[in-house]
């Protein structure tokens, strides 16, 4: 089944109720059961939801998957896969990645032991001299947020096979429609569903997926012990979003080339980082692991000034100034400020993350539109 095929009917089924197309909000919190004995199948909400087990259907197929599981949050979903950890383990991830991640990992389990190795793996060989005994996880994010740094999915499974460590990819930048992990062979994907999935600034959920039974067993009871789970107005909400969700992403890809081009040809513009350019680091692997590159892209004004930035973002009439990602409006983003505050200066300099980078979540409105605005925002620049 192709891809837009599975994106509007895949784990969906009419309700055997009423016949109705569209799954049903079934908004309760438990169910009545038959007999102590005998039951089998639904019980409390916390446990599962038939709006939800269509939902987290979906989301697997789309990602080439057997097994789902949906979160209250991408952050949620993300703490679920480091509960499976224990004191003493060790992780392997980007120095380059979403500011949650790094605030959850640094501030939240380094205190319970857990230790975090935060390099550049745009390399794999970056990471062959931290992997040891206690690695258990390789936590990658490709491209990356926001630097769009991409990471050679397969070669890092490949070292993480060979020292028995799980691999997780944090799939949200480029959804399912242009990367499928689990085909690389990734044991583990993840999806801030807020994002491209439900598509419409909406939504608050996550999502992982899984091909092997036991770590979907093992990631479902911590769910439903821990209880991060979403409700089912919020499933309902986002099966309606993923019927659209290819729709979406070719106008969303067709945008962010034009807009990427834009802004390299701009006189006012330096940098653009955006994986697309056949002389961004890595574009070869964006272009084998990848379907195309997506509507999101960062840069940097020439003049390296943060009063010229801000004056940028308050410009804007089409774009929003605004935190997230994915939906149908454009937003404009200053990550030092807003998404990766919360990295120390210091680390995020380090790591090319500069006080003036500004970032892009190109649209699916009218890319003229779009590029006008830019245009005049960067006039006042």
């Given amino acids: 089944m192709k891809f837009g095929t599975k994106a509007i009917h895949a784990g969906v089924e009419p309700d055997p109720t009423t016949g109705a197309i569209m799954t049903p909000i079934y908004q309760t919190s438990t169910y009545v059961q038959p007999s102590p004995a005998k039951h089998k199948g639904y019980a409390y909400a916390r446990g599962a939801n038939p709006t939800r087990t269509a939902l987290q259907k979906s989301i697997a197929a789309l990602e080439n998957g057997k097994f789902g599981i949906c979160f209250s949050s991408g952050m949620g979903a993300t703490d679920t896969v480091i509960k499976m950890l224990k004191p003493g383990d060790e992780v392997i991830t980007s120095n380059d990645l979403y500011g949650g991640s790094y605030r959850m990992f640094t501030r939240v389990y380094e205190k319970f032991g857990i230790k975090f190795h935060f390099l550049d793996l745009t390399k794999a060989s970056n990471a062959e001299q931290h992997v040891n005994e206690k690695t258990k996880l390789f936590w990658l994010e490709t491209p990356s947020n926001p630097l769009m740094r991409v990471i050679d999915i397969q070669a890092l499974v490949v070292l993480a096979k060979k020292n028995n460590c799980l691999v997780a990819v944090d799939n949200t930048f480029a959804s399912p429609f ?37 770590l979907r067993d093992e990631l479902a009871f911590i769910t439903n012990s821990c209880g991060a789970v979403p409700g089912p107005q919020d499933c309902f909400l986002v099966l309606r979003g993923i019927k659209t969700l290819h729709l979406r992403m070719e106008r969303h890809c067709q945008n962010g080339r034009k807009v990427a081009e834009f802004l390299r040809n701009h006189p006012k513009v330096g940098k653009v980082y955006w994986p697309g350019f056949p002389d961004h680091p890595n574009h070869e692997i964006a272009k084998k692991q ?15 000034k943060l009063e010229n930035a801000v004056k940028l973002m308050e410009s804007v009439k089409v774009f929003s100034l605004a935190e997230s990602l994915g939906g149908v409006e454009s937003l404009i983003n200053h990550p030092a400020s807003m998404t990766h505050a919360s990295i120390p200066r210091e680390e995020r300099l380090k790591n090319g993350l500069t006080d003036t980078l ?24």
């Fill in 290 to 304: 990848m379907r195309d590159f997506g509507g999101m892209m960062s840069f940097e004004l020439k003049v390296d």
């Fill in 358 to 381: 500004i970032r892009l979540s190109v649209g699916v409105e009218d890319v003229d539109d779009l590029i006008e605005d830019l245009d005049q925002a960067l006039k006042v620049a």
């Fill in 178 to 214: 242009l990367q499928n992990p689990l085909d690389l062979g990734a044991d583990i994907v993840m999806h801030s569903v807020t994002k491209y999935l439900s598509g419409h600034s909406d939504v608050i959920m996550g999502a992982l997926v899984t091909n092997d039974e036991k």
